[in-house]
Protein backbone atom coordinates (compact mmCIF):
# COMPACT_ATOMS: atom_id res chain seq x y z
CA UNK A 1 0.00 0.00 0.00
CA UNK A 2 0.98 3.67 -0.29
CA UNK A 3 2.37 5.55 2.55
CA UNK A 4 1.04 9.28 2.61
CA UNK A 5 2.87 10.15 5.94
CA UNK A 6 1.83 13.05 8.60
CA UNK A 7 2.72 15.85 6.07
CA UNK A 8 0.61 14.05 2.84
CA UNK A 9 3.27 14.16 0.91
CA UNK A 10 5.14 10.74 1.15
CA UNK A 11 4.37 8.42 -1.14
CA UNK A 12 6.76 5.60 -0.42
CA UNK A 13 5.19 2.03 -0.41
CA UNK A 14 4.79 0.46 2.91
CA UNK A 15 4.74 -3.35 4.73
CA UNK A 16 2.52 -2.70 6.85
CA UNK A 17 3.11 -6.94 7.59
CA UNK A 18 6.33 -5.32 9.13
CA UNK A 19 5.91 -1.90 10.43
CA UNK A 20 3.73 -0.55 12.79
CA UNK A 21 3.95 2.60 11.66
CA UNK A 22 4.40 4.89 8.29
CA UNK A 23 7.09 3.51 6.49
CA UNK A 24 8.64 7.35 6.14
CA UNK A 25 9.19 7.41 9.98
CA UNK A 26 10.30 3.89 10.17
CA UNK A 27 13.68 4.91 10.86
CA UNK A 28 13.16 8.09 12.67
CA UNK A 29 12.08 6.33 15.90
CA UNK A 30 14.33 7.24 18.71
CA UNK A 31 15.82 3.34 19.31
CA UNK A 32 17.17 3.91 15.57
CA UNK A 33 19.66 5.88 16.83
CA UNK A 34 22.65 5.22 18.50
CA UNK A 35 22.50 5.79 22.47
CA UNK A 36 25.57 8.06 21.90
CA UNK A 37 23.42 10.25 19.62
CA UNK A 38 20.45 10.01 21.51
CA UNK A 39 22.08 12.40 24.13
CA UNK A 40 21.72 16.19 23.95
CA UNK A 41 23.56 17.69 26.77
CA UNK A 42 26.85 19.35 26.97
CA UNK A 43 28.89 19.22 30.16
CA UNK A 44 29.94 22.95 29.54
CA UNK A 45 26.30 23.69 29.94
CA UNK A 46 26.49 22.51 33.42
CA UNK A 47 29.47 24.44 33.98
CA UNK A 48 27.58 27.55 32.97
CA UNK A 49 24.20 26.97 34.95
CA UNK A 50 26.36 26.00 38.30
CA UNK A 51 28.22 29.43 37.62
CA UNK A 52 24.49 31.20 37.43
CA UNK A 53 23.60 29.02 40.35
CA UNK A 54 26.06 30.96 42.55
CA UNK A 55 25.46 34.45 40.82
CA UNK A 56 21.63 34.51 41.56
CA UNK A 57 22.55 33.28 45.31
CA UNK A 58 20.75 36.66 46.71
CA UNK A 59 17.51 36.31 44.90
CA UNK A 60 17.25 32.75 46.07
CA UNK A 61 17.50 33.20 49.18
CA UNK A 62 14.55 36.24 49.28
CA UNK A 63 12.27 33.84 47.55
CA UNK A 64 12.88 31.28 50.22
CA UNK A 65 11.79 34.19 52.84
CA UNK A 66 8.68 35.15 50.94
CA UNK A 67 7.77 31.66 51.23
CA UNK A 68 8.47 30.72 54.33
CA UNK A 69 6.59 33.54 55.77
CA UNK A 70 3.46 32.07 54.26
CA UNK A 71 2.12 30.34 57.29
CA UNK A 72 0.15 27.29 55.54
CA UNK A 73 -0.35 24.95 58.08
CA UNK A 74 -1.13 21.00 57.49
CA UNK A 75 -4.66 20.40 57.77
CA UNK A 76 -5.42 23.76 59.15
CA UNK A 77 -8.98 25.06 57.93
CA UNK A 78 -7.67 28.79 59.76
CA UNK A 79 -4.76 29.23 57.31
CA UNK A 80 -6.61 28.06 53.98
CA UNK A 81 -5.79 31.35 52.23
CA UNK A 82 -2.57 30.92 52.83
CA UNK A 83 -2.52 27.64 51.44
CA UNK A 84 -4.29 29.30 48.32
CA UNK A 85 -1.58 32.16 48.23
CA UNK A 86 1.36 29.82 48.22
CA UNK A 87 -0.31 27.31 45.65
CA UNK A 88 -0.69 30.05 43.70
CA UNK A 89 2.77 31.33 44.13
CA UNK A 90 4.35 28.27 43.12
CA UNK A 91 1.85 27.79 40.30
CA UNK A 92 2.59 31.18 38.39
CA UNK A 93 6.56 30.42 39.30
CA UNK A 94 6.01 27.30 37.00
CA UNK A 95 4.29 29.28 34.23
CA UNK A 96 7.18 32.08 33.94
CA UNK A 97 9.48 28.91 33.74
CA UNK A 98 6.76 27.38 30.25
CA UNK A 99 5.67 24.99 32.26
CA UNK A 100 2.32 23.74 31.54
CA UNK A 101 0.45 23.99 35.15
CA UNK A 102 -2.71 22.79 36.18
CA UNK A 103 -4.03 23.60 40.10
CA UNK A 104 -6.55 21.05 41.31
CA UNK A 105 -8.51 22.08 43.97
CA UNK A 106 -9.54 19.28 46.84
CA UNK A 107 -12.91 20.47 48.85
CA UNK A 108 -12.86 18.79 52.66
CA UNK A 109 -15.54 16.73 53.54
CA UNK A 110 -16.12 18.22 56.77
CA UNK A 111 -16.81 21.89 58.07
CA UNK A 112 -13.69 22.08 59.70
CA UNK A 113 -11.40 20.16 57.49
CA UNK A 114 -8.58 22.14 55.25
CA UNK A 115 -8.85 22.79 51.53
CA UNK A 116 -6.17 21.09 49.89
CA UNK A 117 -4.21 22.03 46.54
CA UNK A 118 -2.23 20.40 43.66
CA UNK A 119 -0.09 21.62 41.13
CA UNK A 120 0.85 18.93 38.04
CA UNK A 121 3.60 21.02 35.81
CA UNK A 122 4.68 19.50 32.71
CA UNK A 123 7.61 20.64 30.74
CA UNK A 124 7.65 18.74 27.19
CA UNK A 125 10.93 19.72 25.67
CA UNK A 126 11.87 17.02 23.51
CA UNK A 127 10.96 12.80 22.90
CA UNK A 128 14.12 12.76 22.75
CA UNK A 129 14.70 13.13 26.34
CA UNK A 130 14.30 11.34 29.64
CA UNK A 131 11.14 12.44 31.34
CA UNK A 132 11.54 13.47 35.16
CA UNK A 133 9.08 13.55 37.77
CA UNK A 134 9.78 15.40 41.06
CA UNK A 135 7.24 15.34 43.84
CA UNK A 136 6.89 17.94 47.06
CA UNK A 137 4.82 18.95 49.38
CA UNK A 138 5.08 22.58 50.59
CA UNK A 139 2.89 21.80 54.19
CA UNK A 140 4.36 22.82 57.68
CA UNK A 141 3.41 22.07 61.10
CA UNK A 142 1.48 24.09 63.53
CA UNK A 143 4.47 26.09 65.83
CA UNK A 144 3.09 27.08 69.36
CA UNK A 145 5.00 29.18 71.81
CA UNK A 146 5.84 26.27 73.99
CA UNK A 147 7.57 24.65 70.94
CA UNK A 148 10.91 25.42 71.86
CA UNK A 149 11.75 27.89 68.92
CA UNK A 150 14.22 30.29 69.58
CA UNK A 151 14.11 31.99 66.28
CA UNK A 152 10.83 33.02 64.34
CA UNK A 153 9.70 29.75 62.53
CA UNK A 154 8.20 31.93 59.79
CA UNK A 155 10.85 33.66 58.24
CA UNK A 156 14.31 32.84 57.22
CA UNK A 157 16.42 33.62 59.65
CA UNK A 158 20.61 33.69 58.97
CA UNK A 159 23.15 33.53 61.58
CA UNK A 160 26.45 32.42 61.70
CA UNK A 161 26.21 31.09 58.35
CA UNK A 162 23.25 29.23 59.27
CA UNK A 163 19.94 29.29 58.07
CA UNK A 164 16.55 28.61 60.39
CA UNK A 165 13.47 28.60 59.37
CA UNK A 166 9.68 26.44 59.43
CA UNK A 167 10.01 24.24 56.07
CA UNK A 168 13.13 24.90 55.19
CA UNK A 169 14.83 21.27 55.47
CA UNK A 170 11.50 19.11 54.96
CA UNK A 171 8.83 20.75 52.71
CA UNK A 172 9.21 24.29 51.05
CA UNK A 173 13.48 24.13 50.98
CA UNK A 174 13.74 21.07 48.64
CA UNK A 175 10.73 22.26 46.55
CA UNK A 176 12.50 25.69 45.98
CA UNK A 177 15.71 24.25 45.30
CA UNK A 178 14.03 22.30 42.26
CA UNK A 179 12.30 25.57 41.05
CA UNK A 180 15.59 27.16 41.28
CA UNK A 181 17.97 24.54 39.92
CA UNK A 182 14.95 24.92 36.81
CA UNK A 183 15.81 28.58 36.58
CA UNK A 184 18.92 28.50 35.79
CA UNK A 185 18.95 25.90 33.24
CA UNK A 186 16.38 27.95 31.39
CA UNK A 187 18.56 30.85 31.88
CA UNK A 188 21.59 29.34 30.30
CA UNK A 189 20.20 27.40 27.69
CA UNK A 190 16.73 28.12 27.06
CA UNK A 191 15.87 24.62 27.64
CA UNK A 192 15.73 21.50 30.24
CA UNK A 193 18.34 18.66 29.65
CA UNK A 194 15.42 16.19 30.66
CA UNK A 195 11.61 16.41 30.25
CA UNK A 196 10.41 17.87 34.04
CA UNK A 197 7.04 17.39 35.60
CA UNK A 198 6.35 18.34 39.11
CA UNK A 199 3.21 17.24 41.65
CA UNK A 200 3.62 19.88 44.70
CA UNK A 201 0.67 19.75 47.05
CA UNK A 202 -0.22 20.80 50.13
CA UNK A 203 -0.88 17.06 51.93
CA UNK A 204 0.45 15.70 54.83
CA UNK A 205 1.98 12.08 54.76
CA UNK A 206 -0.94 10.85 56.73
CA UNK A 207 -3.95 12.28 54.58
CA UNK A 208 -3.01 11.45 50.83
CA UNK A 209 -6.48 9.19 50.12
CA UNK A 210 -7.64 12.15 48.76
CA UNK A 211 -4.53 12.99 46.37
CA UNK A 212 -4.63 9.47 45.27
CA UNK A 213 -7.83 9.68 43.81
CA UNK A 214 -6.66 12.73 42.07
CA UNK A 215 -3.56 10.92 40.46
CA UNK A 216 -5.76 8.37 39.33
CA UNK A 217 -8.30 10.62 37.20
CA UNK A 218 -4.80 11.87 36.00
CA UNK A 219 -2.56 8.64 35.08
CA UNK A 220 -1.84 9.95 31.40
CA UNK A 221 0.15 12.48 33.34
CA UNK A 222 2.77 9.88 34.45
CA UNK A 223 2.74 7.15 31.51
CA UNK A 224 5.97 8.38 30.09
CA UNK A 225 7.68 8.91 33.57
CA UNK A 226 11.23 7.39 33.23
CA UNK A 227 12.24 8.59 36.63
CA UNK A 228 10.23 9.31 40.27
CA UNK A 229 12.08 11.60 42.73
CA UNK A 230 11.41 12.88 46.35
CA UNK A 231 13.67 14.51 49.24
CA UNK A 232 14.40 12.71 51.87
CA UNK A 233 16.68 13.92 55.44
CA UNK A 234 19.00 10.31 54.86
CA UNK A 235 22.86 11.75 55.53
CA UNK A 236 23.49 9.40 57.54
CA UNK A 237 26.97 10.74 58.03
CA UNK A 238 28.21 14.00 57.63
CA UNK A 239 30.03 12.39 54.36
CA UNK A 240 27.86 9.67 53.43
CA UNK A 241 24.59 10.35 51.54
CA UNK A 242 22.24 7.18 51.76
CA UNK A 243 20.28 6.44 48.41
CA UNK A 244 16.39 5.37 48.69
CA UNK A 245 15.65 2.36 46.47
CA UNK A 246 13.16 0.19 48.39
CA UNK A 247 9.62 1.95 49.65
CA UNK A 248 7.19 0.54 51.86
CA UNK A 249 3.80 -0.21 51.69
CA UNK A 250 1.06 -0.39 54.13
CA UNK A 251 -2.40 -2.49 54.84
CA UNK A 252 -5.08 -0.03 56.84
CA UNK A 253 -7.65 -1.82 59.05
CA UNK A 254 -10.51 -1.00 61.01
CA UNK A 255 -11.38 -3.59 63.36
CA UNK A 256 -15.66 -2.55 64.75
CA UNK A 257 -17.38 -3.92 67.58
CA UNK A 258 -20.77 -3.98 67.88
CA UNK A 259 -23.18 -4.14 71.17
CA UNK A 260 -24.81 -7.78 70.94
CA UNK A 261 -28.99 -7.23 70.90
CA UNK A 262 -30.43 -8.05 74.67
CA UNK A 263 -32.34 -11.43 74.17
CA UNK A 264 -35.95 -11.07 74.15
CA UNK A 265 -38.28 -11.69 77.01
CA UNK A 266 -41.00 -13.70 77.34
CA UNK A 267 -44.59 -11.65 77.11
CA UNK A 268 -46.10 -14.44 79.42
CA UNK A 269 -43.64 -15.32 82.12
CA UNK A 270 -40.77 -12.56 82.06
CA UNK A 271 -38.44 -15.06 81.38
CA UNK A 272 -35.42 -14.98 78.93
CA UNK A 273 -34.16 -18.31 77.32
CA UNK A 274 -31.30 -19.74 79.55
CA UNK A 275 -29.90 -20.84 75.85
CA UNK A 276 -28.51 -17.03 75.16
CA UNK A 277 -26.14 -16.07 77.64
CA UNK A 278 -24.95 -11.87 77.20
CA UNK A 279 -21.55 -10.96 76.65
CA UNK A 280 -19.79 -10.33 80.52
CA UNK A 281 -17.84 -7.61 78.44
CA UNK A 282 -18.91 -4.07 77.17
CA UNK A 283 -17.76 -3.88 73.61
CA UNK A 284 -15.12 -1.38 74.56
CA UNK A 285 -13.23 -3.89 77.01
CA UNK A 286 -13.59 -6.76 74.20
CA UNK A 287 -12.30 -4.32 71.75
CA UNK A 288 -9.06 -3.25 74.20
CA UNK A 289 -8.15 -7.10 74.53
CA UNK A 290 -7.97 -7.77 71.14
CA UNK A 291 -6.27 -4.70 70.48
CA UNK A 292 -3.97 -5.77 73.32
CA UNK A 293 -3.01 -9.14 71.16
CA UNK A 294 -1.86 -7.33 68.46
CA UNK A 295 0.58 -5.67 70.58
CA UNK A 296 2.24 -8.62 71.74
CA UNK A 297 6.08 -9.43 70.51
CA UNK A 298 5.81 -12.99 71.91
CA UNK A 299 2.52 -14.09 69.83
CA UNK A 300 1.94 -15.93 66.32
CA UNK A 301 1.44 -12.82 64.67
CA UNK A 302 4.47 -10.54 65.47
CA UNK A 303 6.60 -13.52 64.71
CA UNK A 304 4.44 -14.35 61.20
CA UNK A 305 4.85 -10.43 59.96
CA UNK A 306 8.16 -11.47 59.41
CA UNK A 307 8.15 -13.96 56.91
CA UNK A 308 9.08 -13.23 53.19
CA UNK A 309 10.92 -9.68 54.55
CA UNK A 310 14.07 -10.02 52.11
CA UNK A 311 17.35 -10.30 54.49
CA UNK A 312 19.20 -7.79 55.45
CA UNK A 313 22.74 -8.31 53.17
CA UNK A 314 26.54 -7.89 54.62
CA UNK A 315 26.08 -4.60 52.67
CA UNK A 316 23.45 -3.41 54.21
CA UNK A 317 24.79 -4.28 57.79
CA UNK A 318 28.01 -1.95 56.86
CA UNK A 319 25.93 0.55 56.01
CA UNK A 320 23.30 0.64 59.15
CA UNK A 321 26.67 0.67 61.44
CA UNK A 322 27.64 2.97 59.94
CA UNK A 323 24.77 5.51 60.14
CA UNK A 324 25.23 7.71 62.85
CA UNK A 325 21.91 7.89 64.73
CA UNK A 326 21.37 6.66 68.55
CA UNK A 327 18.97 4.50 70.09
CA UNK A 328 19.36 7.65 73.14
CA UNK A 329 18.76 10.62 70.12
CA UNK A 330 15.66 8.79 69.41
CA UNK A 331 13.94 8.06 72.67
CA UNK A 332 14.59 11.93 73.39
CA UNK A 333 12.67 12.92 70.33
CA UNK A 334 9.71 10.89 70.95
CA UNK A 335 9.95 10.81 74.77
CA UNK A 336 10.31 7.10 75.30
CA UNK A 337 11.62 4.70 77.71
CA UNK A 338 12.22 1.94 76.46
CA UNK A 339 12.69 0.15 72.99
CA UNK A 340 12.43 -3.23 71.44
CA UNK A 341 15.71 -4.44 70.12
CA UNK A 342 17.76 -1.40 71.82
CA UNK A 343 20.78 -4.02 72.47
CA UNK A 344 22.88 -2.28 69.53
CA UNK A 345 22.39 0.23 67.24
CA UNK A 346 22.57 -1.85 64.05
CA UNK A 347 19.52 -3.82 65.49
CA UNK A 348 17.70 -1.09 66.22
CA UNK A 349 18.26 0.41 62.67
CA UNK A 350 17.45 -2.99 60.77
CA UNK A 351 14.37 -3.25 62.66
CA UNK A 352 13.04 0.30 61.97
CA UNK A 353 13.88 0.57 58.68
CA UNK A 354 14.10 -3.08 57.30
CA UNK A 355 11.56 -5.10 58.76
CA UNK A 356 7.87 -4.95 59.10
CA UNK A 357 5.71 -3.28 62.11
CA UNK A 358 2.51 -2.98 63.19
CA UNK A 359 1.27 0.41 64.90
CA UNK A 360 -2.40 0.86 66.53
CA UNK A 361 -3.47 4.75 65.45
CA UNK A 362 -6.80 5.36 66.85
CA UNK A 363 -10.23 4.39 68.71
CA UNK A 364 -13.45 6.40 67.43
CA UNK A 365 -16.89 6.20 68.42
CA UNK A 366 -19.86 7.69 67.09
CA UNK A 367 -21.44 10.99 68.89
CA UNK A 368 -24.55 9.58 71.35
CA UNK A 369 -27.52 11.99 72.95
CA UNK A 370 -27.14 10.17 76.22
CA UNK A 371 -24.21 10.58 78.91
CA UNK A 372 -24.80 6.84 79.58
CA UNK A 373 -24.38 5.68 75.62
CA UNK A 374 -21.32 7.65 75.93
CA UNK A 375 -19.72 5.94 78.99
CA UNK A 376 -20.70 2.70 77.27
CA UNK A 377 -20.79 2.91 73.56
CA UNK A 378 -23.01 0.41 71.44
CA UNK A 379 -20.58 0.74 68.19
CA UNK A 380 -16.91 1.05 68.28
CA UNK A 381 -14.05 0.97 66.03
CA UNK A 382 -10.43 1.12 66.04
CA UNK A 383 -7.67 1.44 63.27
CA UNK A 384 -4.25 0.02 62.98
CA UNK A 385 -2.50 -0.76 60.35
CA UNK A 386 0.76 -2.86 58.68
CA UNK A 387 3.68 -1.41 57.58
CA UNK A 388 4.91 -3.85 54.08
CA UNK A 389 8.31 -4.27 53.04
CA UNK A 390 9.97 -5.99 50.01
CA UNK A 391 8.69 -8.92 49.39
CA UNK A 392 5.80 -9.28 51.94
CA UNK A 393 2.79 -9.70 50.29
CA UNK A 394 -0.78 -7.90 50.93
CA UNK A 395 -3.28 -11.16 50.99
CA UNK A 396 -0.82 -12.72 53.21
CA UNK A 397 -1.14 -10.27 56.04
CA UNK A 398 -4.91 -9.68 55.61
CA UNK A 399 -4.97 -13.48 56.55
CA UNK A 400 -2.41 -13.29 58.82
CA UNK A 401 -4.24 -10.69 61.01
CA UNK A 402 -7.52 -12.12 60.65
CA UNK A 403 -6.31 -15.39 61.25
CA UNK A 404 -4.94 -13.89 64.93
CA UNK A 405 -7.91 -11.62 65.58
CA UNK A 406 -10.13 -14.93 65.19
CA UNK A 407 -8.05 -17.08 67.08
CA UNK A 408 -8.20 -14.34 70.00
CA UNK A 409 -11.91 -13.86 69.42
CA UNK A 410 -12.54 -17.23 70.38
CA UNK A 411 -9.73 -17.32 72.95
CA UNK A 412 -10.66 -14.32 75.03
CA UNK A 413 -15.25 -15.19 74.90
CA UNK A 414 -15.68 -12.42 72.92
CA UNK A 415 -19.67 -12.05 72.73
CA UNK A 416 -19.91 -8.79 70.58
CA UNK A 417 -20.16 -9.38 66.99
CA UNK A 418 -16.62 -7.96 65.40
CA UNK A 419 -15.38 -6.95 62.44
CA UNK A 420 -12.53 -6.59 60.09
CA UNK A 421 -12.20 -4.46 57.11
CA UNK A 422 -9.24 -3.15 54.71
CA UNK A 423 -9.76 0.13 54.61
CA UNK A 424 -7.15 0.83 52.39
CA UNK A 425 -3.80 -1.00 51.18
CA UNK A 426 -0.70 -0.52 48.93
CA UNK A 427 2.12 -2.99 48.34
CA UNK A 428 5.53 -2.25 49.03
CA UNK A 429 8.52 -1.57 45.83
CA UNK A 430 11.66 -2.33 45.48
CA UNK A 431 13.94 -1.28 43.10
CA UNK A 432 17.62 -3.02 41.82
CA UNK A 433 20.78 -1.24 43.35
CA UNK A 434 22.78 -0.77 40.35
CA UNK A 435 19.86 0.46 38.01
CA UNK A 436 21.29 3.82 35.66
CA UNK A 437 19.38 6.31 37.52
CA UNK A 438 20.80 5.24 40.80
CA UNK A 439 24.20 5.04 39.71
CA UNK A 440 23.18 8.91 38.24
CA UNK A 441 22.53 9.97 41.58
CA UNK A 442 25.61 8.16 42.73
CA UNK A 443 27.72 9.92 40.37
CA UNK A 444 25.96 13.52 41.08
CA UNK A 445 26.78 13.63 44.64
CA UNK A 446 30.67 12.58 43.95
CA UNK A 447 30.32 15.30 41.57
CA UNK A 448 29.26 18.29 43.97
CA UNK A 449 29.98 16.78 47.08
CA UNK A 450 32.61 14.42 46.62
CA UNK A 451 31.18 11.88 48.97
CA UNK A 452 30.46 8.37 47.90
CA UNK A 453 26.51 7.79 48.21
CA UNK A 454 25.60 4.63 50.29
CA UNK A 455 22.61 2.64 48.05
CA UNK A 456 21.67 -0.14 50.07
CA UNK A 457 19.54 -3.24 48.83
CA UNK A 458 16.76 -3.58 52.02
CA UNK A 459 16.75 -0.17 53.72
CA UNK A 460 12.89 0.97 53.67
CA UNK A 461 11.37 4.37 53.79
CA UNK A 462 8.09 5.35 54.30
CA UNK A 463 6.95 7.23 51.58
CA UNK A 464 3.38 5.71 50.29
CA UNK A 465 2.98 8.30 47.79
CA UNK A 466 5.94 7.14 45.51
CA UNK A 467 4.42 3.64 45.59
CA UNK A 468 1.30 4.86 44.22
CA UNK A 469 2.84 6.54 41.72
CA UNK A 470 5.29 4.27 40.44
CA UNK A 471 2.01 2.33 39.27
CA UNK A 472 1.54 4.28 36.14
CA UNK A 473 4.61 5.31 35.17
CA UNK A 474 6.64 3.27 32.20
CA UNK A 475 7.19 -0.41 33.14
CA UNK A 476 10.78 0.33 33.30
CA UNK A 477 10.60 3.42 35.67
CA UNK A 478 12.24 3.79 38.70
CA UNK A 479 11.98 5.34 42.23
CA UNK A 480 15.05 7.87 44.10
CA UNK A 481 15.22 9.43 47.53
CA UNK A 482 17.62 12.16 47.18
CA UNK A 483 18.99 13.29 50.71
CA UNK A 484 18.77 16.70 51.29
CA UNK A 485 19.09 16.81 54.98
CA UNK A 486 20.87 15.44 57.90
CA UNK A 487 19.26 12.27 59.53
CA UNK A 488 19.13 14.36 62.65
CA UNK A 489 16.58 16.94 60.95
CA UNK A 490 13.45 16.06 62.64
CA UNK A 491 10.27 17.17 60.92
CA UNK A 492 8.82 19.78 62.74
CA UNK A 493 12.13 19.81 65.50
CA UNK A 494 12.41 23.31 66.77
CA UNK A 495 14.79 25.94 64.97
CA UNK A 496 14.88 23.29 61.78
CA UNK A 497 18.11 24.43 60.34
CA UNK A 498 20.65 23.93 57.87
CA UNK A 499 24.17 25.69 56.60
CA UNK A 500 24.19 28.19 54.21
CA UNK A 501 27.16 25.98 52.19
CA UNK A 502 24.61 22.90 52.28
CA UNK A 503 21.74 24.86 51.09
CA UNK A 504 24.02 26.52 48.09
CA UNK A 505 25.37 22.43 47.56
CA UNK A 506 21.69 20.86 47.19
CA UNK A 507 21.20 23.46 44.64
CA UNK A 508 23.87 22.38 42.93
CA UNK A 509 23.38 18.61 43.67
CA UNK A 510 19.80 19.30 41.80
CA UNK A 511 20.90 20.89 38.56
CA UNK A 512 24.06 18.39 38.24
CA UNK A 513 21.13 15.53 38.96
CA UNK A 514 18.85 16.90 35.52
CA UNK A 515 22.96 16.85 33.70
CA UNK A 516 23.28 13.03 34.78
CA UNK A 517 20.10 11.85 34.00
CA UNK A 518 20.19 13.30 30.85
CA UNK A 519 23.36 11.75 29.84
CA UNK A 520 21.35 8.40 30.38
CA UNK A 521 20.34 7.76 26.67
CA UNK A 522 16.57 7.72 26.48
CA UNK A 523 14.49 4.53 25.51
CA UNK A 524 11.58 4.53 22.91
CA UNK A 525 8.25 4.35 24.55
CA UNK A 526 6.20 4.04 21.75
CA UNK A 527 5.27 0.45 22.30
CA UNK A 528 3.67 1.92 25.60
CA UNK A 529 2.81 5.27 24.30
CA UNK A 530 2.08 5.17 20.22
CA UNK A 531 4.14 7.68 18.38
CA UNK A 532 5.85 9.05 21.49
CA UNK A 533 8.98 9.45 19.61
CA UNK A 534 7.06 12.39 17.24
CA UNK A 535 5.50 14.12 19.81
CA UNK A 536 5.73 18.06 19.36
CA UNK A 537 7.37 19.63 22.47
CA UNK A 538 8.42 23.08 23.30
CA UNK A 539 11.79 22.52 21.39
CA UNK A 540 10.28 21.82 18.21
CA UNK A 541 13.22 21.94 15.67
CA UNK A 542 14.82 18.84 18.28
CA UNK A 543 12.07 16.73 17.58
CA UNK A 544 12.92 13.88 15.91
CA UNK A 545 9.13 14.89 13.67
CA UNK A 546 11.49 17.80 11.33
CA UNK A 547 12.70 14.19 9.65
CA UNK A 548 10.17 13.21 8.32
CA UNK A 549 11.40 14.35 4.83
CA UNK A 550 11.36 12.60 1.44
CA UNK A 551 13.86 10.22 1.81
CA UNK A 552 16.42 9.01 -1.33
CA UNK A 553 15.84 6.08 -3.89
CA UNK A 554 18.11 3.47 -1.64
CA UNK A 555 15.99 3.31 1.38
CA UNK A 556 12.49 4.44 -0.15
CA UNK A 557 10.97 3.96 -3.41
CA UNK A 558 9.24 7.11 -4.41
CA UNK A 559 6.27 6.67 -7.13
CA UNK A 560 6.88 9.59 -9.11
CA UNK A 561 10.25 12.70 -8.72
CA UNK A 562 10.06 15.83 -9.97
CA UNK A 563 12.60 18.04 -11.83
CA UNK A 564 14.08 21.22 -11.49
CA UNK A 565 12.32 22.33 -14.55
CA UNK A 566 9.04 21.02 -13.39
CA UNK A 567 8.99 22.58 -9.93
CA UNK A 568 9.78 26.17 -11.41
CA UNK A 569 6.66 25.75 -13.50
CA UNK A 570 4.68 24.84 -10.67
CA UNK A 571 2.23 27.66 -8.93
CA UNK A 572 3.41 29.79 -6.06
CA UNK A 573 2.08 30.60 -2.78
CA UNK A 574 -0.71 33.05 -4.36
CA UNK A 575 -2.38 29.51 -6.11
CA UNK A 576 -3.41 26.66 -4.58
CA UNK A 577 -0.51 24.15 -4.43
CA UNK A 578 -1.57 20.96 -5.37
CA UNK A 579 0.17 18.12 -2.69
CA UNK A 580 1.85 15.23 -4.11
CA UNK A 581 -0.91 12.91 -3.27
CA UNK A 582 -3.57 14.74 -5.26
CA UNK A 583 -0.49 14.90 -8.29
CA UNK A 584 -0.26 11.35 -8.65
CA UNK A 585 -3.73 10.80 -7.81
CA UNK A 586 -5.16 12.85 -10.32
CA UNK A 587 -7.18 15.12 -8.21
CA UNK A 588 -5.75 18.61 -8.54
CA UNK A 589 -7.97 21.63 -9.36
CA UNK A 590 -6.04 23.19 -11.73
CA UNK A 591 -3.92 22.77 -15.11
CA UNK A 592 -0.69 22.51 -14.43
CA UNK A 593 2.37 22.01 -16.16
CA UNK A 594 2.10 17.64 -15.25
CA UNK A 595 -0.93 17.83 -16.86
CA UNK A 596 -0.35 18.65 -20.34
Not at 225 to 244: K, R
Not at 572 to 593: A, H, I, S, V
Request: hydrophobic share 35%.
Amino acid sequence: MICWGERNCCGVFVDRSKYDRCDCLRDTCIRDFPPEERITVKESELDEVVDRLYFNNDDYLHEVDEMLSIKNISNDYKHKKDSKQIIDRLGQRLIELNFDVEVVEIKPEGIDKATHYVIFANYFSTPAKNVVLVYGHVDVPNVTDGDGWTEHPFKLTQKKENLFGNGLTSSKGPVLCWLQATQAWMEETDDLPVNLRFIIDTFDDSNNQPLRRIIQERAIFFKAVDLLITNTNLWITPDTPMLTTSHSGYIYFELEIQKKEEPERNSTTDDVDPTITSPKNEPLVELCLLMNTLSDPKSALSEGLQRHVLPVTHHDWDILCRAEVGIMEYKDTYDLKRLPHEQSKPLFLKHRWCMSALVLHSVEHRVYSSQRDFHKPRRIRANFSVKLVPDQSVEYVVFLVRQHLDCAYCRLNCGHPAYLRVVDSLKPLNEARNAPFNLSAYRAYERVYGVQAAIPDTVNVCMPMMNELRKYCTKNAQVVGLPFSSIHTWIGKPDESMSLEEYQKNLELYATMLYEVAIVPPECKCTEIKDFCFDKGKTYEHDFIRMMEPRVADISHVLYELDETEIENMPREDEPFPNLREMLLGQTKKKTQLDT
